[in-house]
Nanobody, 124 residues
C-alpha cells in the first residue's frame, strides 16, 4: 500500500519560512519523480515544484522561483519543500505526489499517488 504523508505545515507570518516534508512508503522511491502542488480555498489545485527521480533536475512554478527549493533524500524516502519569504498568497493546502508517467512535470494527470495534504497559512 502506497502512502505519501506530508508534514511541516502551519501558521507563519509573511516573510517567514517553512519546510514541508513528504514521507513515502510502499513504493520504490527512486522510480518516481516527485511533485508538490497546492490548492487555495476556492481555487483549483496548481503546480508548485517537482524533482526528478535522481534529484538532479528541479522544476518550479513562477510563483515559487527564487523562494522555494525542492529536494529529496533517497535514504529516507522523503521529499522536501523549503519555502522562504512566504507571502499571504502562499496560503493553501500543500500536497505531494509521485509521478509515474512521462510528460510535463506540472501536469497533475501524470502523478499516480497523492498525499492527504498539509495546511500552510501565511498571515500578513
Amino acid at each position: 500500500q502506497v502512502q505519501l504523508v506530508e508534514s511541516g505545515g502551519g501558521l507563519v507570518q509573511a516573510g517567514g519560512s517553512l519546510r514541508l516534508s513528504c514521507a513515502a512508503s510502499g513504493l520504490t522511491f527512486s522510480n518516481y519523480a516527485m511533485g508538490w502542488f497546492r490548492q487555495a480555498l476556492g481555487k483549483e489545485r496548481e503546480f508548485v515544484a517537482a524533482i526528478s527521480r535522481a534529484g538532479g533536475t528541479t522544476y518550479y512554478a513562477d510563483s515559487g522561483k527564487g523562494r522555494f527549493t525542492v529536494s529529496r533524500d533517497s535514504a529516507k524516502n522523503t521529499v522536501y519543500l523549503q519555502m522562504n519569504s512566504l507571502k499571504p498568497e502562499d496560503t493553501a493546502i500543500y500536497y505531494c505526489a509521485a509521478r509515474a508517467y512521462i510528460g510535463s512535470y506540472s501536469e497533475q494527470s501524470n502523478y499516480v499517488y497523492w498525499g492527504q495534504g498539509t495546511q500552510v497559512t501565511v498571515s500578513s
